[in-house]
């Protein structure tokens, strides 16, 4: 069956203590995850944590959540990593292969939040240890859907969504009929610049466009955010994780950023999952699933937000929402290439190289080139996926020319 629900659906409860593992430990949500875990440090034992390059603070929460194994990506960082747990009890490897190693401990979930396509070995290798993965590595999906999925479904694993609509997705659809659905729809807050005209965007700078009007993110995942991209990623993973077509998924601009997601069924009930803008909320619930831990979130009072809007996206102004769903529909890499490309395209616009507005426009000819040029095709191998992500950073970085 397309889609992941007969993974995530399987009878698998937590043991008393959840061995726990956290796959890029020092970002935005293995900090949140840990944080959660050192709340309940009784329900938790914490596996191995894992970093590219920032071994000091690798070590400091290792030693802090009496980790097993610290492991660094980058091998230069070794010896400081070594040096930094000297003492510990905690055992320090590196390199790439240390990240798989790390990934492969016993755990009973692993955390994937690693950044980029390096994240998509060791995510890998957590799945198919057959338990659950808490996914919010976003190219497991977007570069390699097909090729993961069926991995997920081989392992036995469970996956569960990390990222705040797919797990109200996740919820809302429960344990309904999947040919009961009629409509999935994504909420996104529209980034700051929703107002804006295309002069005033085309004047957008990086320190204005990190500023996430409701959410604390990353720089890259802000300026998708910003673009409209994020979304149009979300929406080719909400097509690899659920039983929906490409036409059954939507997008609505929600700024108050309350609800998460809409569920349609065709008896004419809509189901919607709000919570207050906070990461811990999903991450608790990919923790704790089929239970709920508590979380130290702001609880939602719908008397003090006191209005919920919506719009419609605008895709004109917006233009990486539609080049999202036309590389959805094209399948094979064409979403992977457009996942590296807007990767490079973002690096070059933080680093001013690049204009706002350019972004889009970047990605969409490195899209028409890779069509052109066969490099949109099949793939059915892990290492397809990332021969096609190379050629597709080589070719996106050829046609920055024209931009910068």
């Known amino acids: 069956m397309k889609g992941s629900l007969a993974a995530v659906r399987q ?6 203590v959840l061995r726990v593992s956290v796959l890029g430990a020092t970002g935005s949500i293995g900090r949140n995850a840990l944080d959660l875990v050192a709340r309940t440090p009784e329900a938790f034992e914490v596996v191995a944590l894992t970093a590219q390059n920032n071994a000091e603070e690798l070590a400091r929460l290792a030693v802090a959540h009496r980790a097993r194994v610290a492991a660094i990506g980058d091998a230069a960082c070794y010896g400081t990593l070594k040096a930094a747990l000297a003492g510990s009890g905690v055992k320090a490897i590196a390199s790439p292969e240390g990240l798989l190693a790390a990934a492969s401990e016993p755990a009973d979930c692993v955390v994937a939040a690693m950044v980029g396509a390096a994240g998509l070995a060791p995510t890998l290798a957590a799945v198919r240890q057959g338990r659950r993965v808490a996914l919010a590595n976003k190219e497991c999906l977007v570069s390699a859907g097909e090729v993961f999925i069926g991995e997920v479904n081989r392992a036995g694993a469970e996956l569960v969504p990390v990222d705040s609509e797919h797990s109200a997705v996740f919820q809302a659809i429960g344990g309904n009929d999947p040919e009961c659905i009629e409509q999935v729809t994504l909420t996104a807050s529209g980034g700051p610049f929703r ?3 295309e002069a005033e ?6 320190e204005a466009a990190v500023r996430h009007p409701t959410w604390s993110m990353g720089r890259k995942i802000s300026v998708d955010s910003a673009t409209l991209m994020n979304k149009g990623l979300e929406l080719i993973e909400a097509y690899h994780l659920f039983p929906v077509e490409a036409r059954q998924l939507a997008v609505l601009v929600h700024p108050q950023s309350i609800v998460h997601c809409l569920v349609a069924f065709r008896d004419g009930s809509v189901i919607a999952q709000l919570a207050n803008p906070d990461m811990r909320t999903p991450i608790a619930l990919a923790l704790a699933w089929p239970s709920r831990m508590a979380a130290p979130t702001e609880r939602l009072d719908l008397l003090k937000v006191g209005s919920l809007t919506f719009e419609p996206p605008d895709e004109t102004r917006f233009p990486a929402l539609r080049l999202a769903r ?12 457009l996942n590296a490309a807007n990767e490079v395209a973002v690096e070059a616009f933080l680093e001013r190289r690049l204009g706002f507005l350019d972004i889009a426009r970047s990605v969409e000819a490195c899209l028409d080139r890779a069509r052109a040029t066969g490099l949109v095709r099949p793939m059915t191998t892990v290492e397809e996926v990332l021969e096609v992500d190379r050629e597709a950073r080589v070719l996106a970085r050829t046609r ?4 910068v």
């Open 11 to 16: 009878a698998w409860r937590n043991p008393a």
């Open 195 to 197: 107002a804006l005209g």
């Open 201 to 206: 965007l085309a004047r957008v700078t990086p």
């Open 326 to 337: 036309e590389a959805l529909d094209a399948g094979g890499s064409a979403p992977a290439v």
């Open 400 to 403: 920055l020319s024209a931009y």
